[in-house]
């Protein structure tokens, strides 16, 4: 799986995103009618991000042929941000880590020959120019459902801890796989969806972003 953000230009046949069946990628949620932010790009809308117990999917209503995806590991932080100051609508705040010491190391080998080819990932993707998107905000038309969304992030995202960054204790937040997707009051089984709200407690790190400190 490439790291970082991947533009998505192929969709499945029911118009959602192709998921990863080796490691049993399953929707956990789908939010209707969200902008996407990357960096400091206009917002792009409307679209649907569909949440995975892997990765974050944004695909565009007008265009079948773009969409986005990062996955867990990539996302070094997210947050409900709800300062007008930062941006003029509640959304999610998200920081994307792309990898971009291996990019270096790959070109420092000569092994880059300068090709301005996307590179392919492994889910009907591209790398493209997206290393230098390190910041994404998800904007959801109902700001009302922040909360419910920041909460599947974050029940998702415990899915994937980082397997350089556990630390002891650290594996009391996390569920595996089967406890998200089958443990939850109201979860549908038959076509892979869940609701997985109050799942995990609510982890103080990521209350509400203060962007103002960290010089978004």
């Known amino acids: 799986m490439a790291r970082g953000l991947v533009s998505v230009n192929e969709r499945s046949e029911d118009g959602g995103p192709f998921l990863e069946t080796v490691n049993e990628e399953r929707i956990a949620h ?6 996407i932010v990357l960096g400091e790009s206009p917002a792009e809308q409307p679209g649907t991000l569909y949440v995975t117990t892997r990765r974050l999917v944004w695909l565009s209503d007008e265009d079948v042929h773009k969409g986005y995806v990062v996955d867990f590991l990539s996302l070094t932080m997210h947050a409900i941000s709800r300062d007008e100051d930062a941006y003029p609508q509640p959304c999610i705040y998200s920081q994307i880590d792309g990898g971009e010491d291996e990019d270096e190391e790959y070109e420092e080998d000569g092994t880059d020959d300068g090709a301005e080819e996307p590179l392919e990932s492994e889910n009907h993707g591209s790398v493209g120019d997206f290393s230098h998107v390190t910041e994404m905000r998800l904007v959801p038309r109902d700001a009302s459902s ?47 969806h869940v609701d997985l709200a109050e799942l995990l407690m609510q982890d103080p790190r990521f209350e509400d972003a203060d962007e103002e400190e960290s010089g978004t």
Do not use: T, Y
């Open 146 to 192: 922040l909360d419910h969304l920041f909460q599947v992030l974050c029940d998702c995202a415990a899915l994937n801890p980082d397997p350089e960054g556990e630390q002891e204790g650290e594996g009391d937040w996390f569920f595996n796989e089967d406890e998200v997707m089958s443990n939850v009051i109201g979860g549908d089984r038959a076509n892979n």
């Open 30 to 35: 789908v939010q209707p009618s969200v902008g």
